[in-house]
Nanobody, 122 residues
Framework: VQLQASGGGLVHAGESLKLSCLSS????????VGWFRQAPGKEREWLSC???????YYADSVKGRFTISRDNSKKMVYLQMNTLKAEDTAVYYCAADRDIATMPMGKYLDHWGQGTQVTVSS
């Protein structure tokens, strides 16, 4: 059972990145998937989640700039990040759980991926 996040990198403020989260070893289409981030010295922050049937939810900090999507046939979930800011710099993680209601809390989720670093220079 594995989630693998990728797509991070170094960009300038105002630019875009698209993160990917690849699942293996479990039926992704039975799960909600969320994205989180953690900046140095800060607590982990929930950003967005998508239900198994495609309903999407966003934190106020990223609403209008980030878009979550999924392709169950490819076992992938994506996070399109536009108009990036220096304060978006963090390690980004994906996670999966059968219960989307628990996702924003980020606790006791079924599966976590390793992080991918996003650095935005101002």
């Amino acid at each position: 059972v594995q989630l693998q996040a990728s797509g991070g990198g170094l960009v300038h403020a105002g630019e875009s990145l698209k993160l990917s989260c690849l699942s293996s070893g479990f039926a992704l289409d039975d799960y909600a998937v969320g994205w989180f981030r953690q900046a140095p010295g800060k607590e982990r922050e929930w950003l967005s989640c998508i239900s198994n049937d495609g309903r999407t939810y966003y934190a106020d900090s990223v609403k209008g700039r980030f878009t979550i999507s999924r392709d169950n046939s490819k076992k992938m979930v994506y996070l399109q990040m536009n108009t990036l800011k220096a304060e978006d710099t963090a390690v980004y993680y994906c996670a999966a759980d059968r219960d989307i209601a628990t996702m924003p809390m980020g606790k006791y989720l079924d599966h976590w991926g390793q992080g991918t670093q996003v650095t935005v220079s101002s």
